[in-house]
């Protein structure tokens, strides 16, 4: 039987692991702090290793001094191997396929609630916690993920692909708080990792350039990867570029073209080896067709309305969900901005998180 008073969080060594970990001890759980070990790369310059920018020795260090802080124990458990298989092969994958993944969302439900609850079964503990922004809600039996209180910060967008089966098991503390009130808190309690600011970047791409890592981690397939023309909508050839990994669909700078009026980047084509650019007025689409699609409520009937964002930091639409076979067709009301193939697309009834998937095309 798993204590249900039992709570093993994951602690990255920032300031919100801290502060979640520490208001679970207020709250009276008994927590155990548990990092991850993600990835480790080799420096070129001085053929060292580091580790990545969440589980940095300064990371660990930060963790384990809250732990000790409190009073509890911590364990730091090597993942990269996991990390390795699930985030950064389908990472490359998808950028050799000319598409553009979230490696945050495979590493939320694989290597994190996957990894954190087989580590909490062997603790004996029911819960496994994090520091994200977003709150966990029981209602008539159900337990659903809500939006974060922080509109700026929520990123119930990250966890739509987690096994909804472990919601029921997980507590998200600060997802009642905003960042603001979770750094004076902490404050407050002079905890050690107060000051640290936020990563911003992919934790295993150090430098922040996702082409450098590429190039880095699999060189033999980039460099069979060569330049190759970029195309008009209409066909007609504008320009070359230097390889299709180096785009993104919307990007508009680094394309080497002088235009009037700018383009922007609209469709790559891995086989053809071409990228399409096109005006912006082009770019925007009222459909697009998904796909993996991973319900965090009792699957829905069809078709469904849903409030639908296409990337994390996109304002949303509201939009009608029709199932087609093993895929989903999403018609917005309102026309989205460079809908990219690879990225997620999560859906929303007003704050609940009702599931997600993975786009696959724009159907215009």
């Not at 785009?247 to 235009?259: A, D, E, F, M």
Request: include cysteine; glycine fraction near 8%.
């Amino acid at each position: 039987m798993l204590n249900k008073n039992r709570v093993l969080v994951a602690m990255s060594g920032g300031v919100d692991s801290s502060v979640a970990i520490t208001k679970l001890n207020e709250m009276g759980y008994e927590t155990i702090g548990i990092t991850l070990k993600l990835w480790e790369t080799i420096d070129p310059e001085t053929k060292i290793k580091k580790n990545s920018h969440c589980n940095s020795t300064e990371a660990i260090n930060g963790a384990k001094m809250i732990c000790d802080r409190l009073g509890v124990h911590h364990y730091t458990i090597n993942e990269i191997d996991s990390f390795k298989k699930y985030v950064v092969d389908d990472f490359t994958n998808e950028y050799l396929k000319g598409r553009t993944p979230n490696p945050c969302v495979k590493c939320n439900s694989y290597v994190k609630w996957g990894n954190l609850i087989e580590q909490a079964n062997k603790f004996d503990a029911y819960y496994i916690a994090t520091g994200h922004y977003a709150r966990i809600e029981k209602s008539s039996n159900k337990t659903m993920i809500k939006k974060g209180v922080d509109t700026l910060k929520d990123q119930s967008y990250m966890l739509w692909h987690i096994n909804k089966d472990l919601i029921d098991r997980t507590l998200l503390p600060i997802g009642d708080l905003k960042k603001e009130e979770v750094r004076q808190y902490a404050k407050e309690k002079n905890l050690e990792t107060s000051n640290i600011p936020d990563s911003q970047d992919l934790c295993f791409v150090m430098d922040g350039d996702y082409r450098n890592f590429l190039n880095r981690f699999m060189p033999e397939k980039m460099e069979k990867i060569e330049g190759g023309e970029i195309k008009s909508e209409d066909g007609s050839v504008v320009g070359t570029h230097s390889g299709f990994t180096n785009y993104t669909i919307g990007q508009r700078k680094g394309l080497g073209l002088s235009n009037p009026e700018p383009r922007y980047v609209k469709k790559i084509n891995p086989i053809s080896n071409t990228i399409t650019v096109a005006k912006k007025a082009s770019m925007f689409s009222g459909v697009c067709i998904a796909k993996e699609i991973n319900w965090l409520v009792d699957t829905p009937k069809f078709p469904l309305k849903a409030f639908t964002k296409i990337r994390y930091n996109s304002l949303g639409s509201m939009a009608l969900i029709e199932k087609i076979d093993e895929s989903y067709l999403v018609t917005f009301e309102e026309s989205q901005l460079a809908i990219t193939p690879g990225q997620s697309i999560v859906f929303y009834n007003e704050e609940t998180l009702l599931g997600g998937g993975i786009i696959e095309d724009s159907n215009e």
